[in-house]
Structures are given as C-alpha cells and as structure tokens.
C-alpha cells in the first residue's frame, strides 16, 4: 500500500442462521449486525442478546484481518450459540474492505514495524 498511514480491514456480516436444534435465546434466523473497524451497527428496531455478542467477540478483530490461506481462521465462519440448549448459529462473511488511517484510530505515533 503505497499510503504507510493506511491499513485496510475487511467489512463483516454476522448473520443467525439455524443449527440443529431450536433457538433459544432472542435472536431469530436472519437477524444480523455488521462491522466495520469498530463501529457495529444494527437494522433499525432489531436487537442482538448479548451473550452471543460476548462469544463473538473475541473472533470479530481476527476475521477483519487478512489471514493465511490454510488458517482455520479463514476456512470457519459459523460459531455457535453459547447456550448449549440453543440451536443458533453464528455466520461471519466478510462483505468488503475498508481504508483506515492510523492517525484516525490511535494517538500512538507510528514507529519501526514490530516483528
Ligand atoms: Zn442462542
């Protein structure tokens, strides 16, 4: 990238789709957010319980970045309910890529690349 302040971060779609066993919790098949960098966003007068949310997570930040081929972090996109009694499931797509630039996101100033 030929802007050394820009890093680019894939758009996601986390969509409920059905598993094998009923739903439980207050999401139905279909509900979904997005997120792009750190702003999700809901439809209008859809909302999403938050212990999924919570399982989610930790999975949202990895599946912005790009990832090895062979990763399984590329290959997976459904996560399940946390509730073991419910049958929800949870699919991360990867819809677009946004530009960001590092001084719009942090007050640290850029430095040598870690290794
Ligand atoms: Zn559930």
Request: charged letters at 25%; one cysteine or more; hydrophobic letters at 35%.
């Amino acid at each position: 990238m030929a802007d050394s302040d820009a890093f680019q971060l894939y758009d996601l779609r986390v969509e409920v789709v059905a598993g094998d066993k009923e739903m439980v919790c207050n999401h139905r098949e279909g509900d979904y957010f997005e997120l792009s960098g750190e702003n999700l966003s809901l439809p209008p007068g859809q909302s999403f319980p938050i212990y999924p949310l919570a399982a989610l997570l930790p999975l949202l930040p990895a599946k912005q970045r790009k990832t090895e081929p062979s990763d399984w972090m590329t290959t997976d996109a459904e996560i399940a309910c946390p509730d073991p009694h419910c049958g929800g499931r949870f699919r991360i797509t990867r819809t677009g890529v946004t530009t960001f630039r590092h001084g719009d996101v942090t007050r640290v100033p850029l430095g040598p690349a870690s290794p």
